[in-house]
T-cell receptor
Framework: GAVVSQHPSWVICKSGTSVKIECRSL??????MFWYRQFPKQSLMLMAT?????????EQGVEKDKFLINHASLTLSTLTVTSAHPEDSSFYIC?????????????FGPGTRLTVT | GDSVTQMEGPVTLSEEAFLTINCTYT??????LFWYVQYPGEGLQLLLK?????DKGSNKGFEATYRKETTSFHLEKGSVQVSDSAVYFC????????????FGKGTKLTVNP
């Protein structure tokens, strides 16, 4: 149980275009979803936290207008990288949490490799 | 702010060798501590956790003890296997209501037969 999927697993796009990444909780309802960015040989850096039906909370230094997050249902969150540039190339990972005091576990997706040319 | 520091990798061991991956943290109060493992091509999986001082988390032969006095949560395994080859991340979740996890940089472990 507690499976999280991401789609696509990898994507290549041209500079200036937008890319949407989906994160789905397959067998549970995710009250909260998280988006991380991972650079090679670096830690996962939290980009934003989203709760179903409300606006995402972005970490300091993350551009809200560039990384659009939508959490429209309890099983789906999307990250759209708008007007992507080569420096946005990275590994993007989502996680989902069922929520509640006793259910604070985060379950991670397999990640999406974005390459901007 | 809160932070996690773990030993630099990569770590290469022979099968059946003893493993230690050091992890120390900086945080106020009593954070919860975690070890996650990322196998090639897969997402992070929770390996073990500890939520209060002196707790020992254990799973699949791995152990880590929450040491408040040394602010550490070192990962150990007595006899590693080739299948343990992966990247290991130490992480903390601050005391209180926040769900946010703070990760270390990860340590890549390669176990050779």
């Amino acid at each position: 149980g507690a499976v999280v999927s991401q789609h696509p697993s990898w994507v290549i796009c041209k500079s200036g275009t937008s890319v949407k990444i989906e994160c789905r909780s397959l067998d549970f309802q995710a009250t909260t979803m998280f988006w991380y960015r991972q650079f090679p040989k670096q830690s996962l850096m939290l980009m934003a936290t989203s709760n179903e039906g409300s606006k995402a909370t972005y970490e300091q230094g993350v551009e809200k207008d560039k990384f659009l997050i939508n959490h429209a249902s309890l099983t789906l969150s999307t990250l759209t990288v708008t007007s992507a540039h080569p420096e946005d190339s990275s590994f993007y990972i989502c996680s989902a949490s069922p929520g509640g005091q006793l259910l604070r576990e985060q379950y991670f997706g397999p990640g999406t490799r974005l390459t901007v040319t | 702010g809160d932070s996690v520091t773990q030993m630099e990798g990569p770590v290469t061991l022979s099968e059946e060798a003893f493993l230690t991956i050091n992890c120390t943290y900086t945080a106020t109060g009593y954070p919860s501590l975690f070890w996650y493992v990322q196998y090639p091509g897969e997402g992070l999986q929770l390996l073990l956790k500890a939520t209060k001082a002196d707790d020992k988390g254990s799973n699949k032969g791995f152990e880590a003890t929450y040491r408040k006095e040394t602010t550490s949560f070192h990962l150990e395994k007595g006899s590693v296997q080739v299948s343990d080859s992966a990247v290991y991340f130490c992480a903390l979740r601050s005391q209180g209501g926040s769900e946010k996890l703070v990760f270390g940089k990860g340590t890549k472990l390669t176990v050779n037969p």
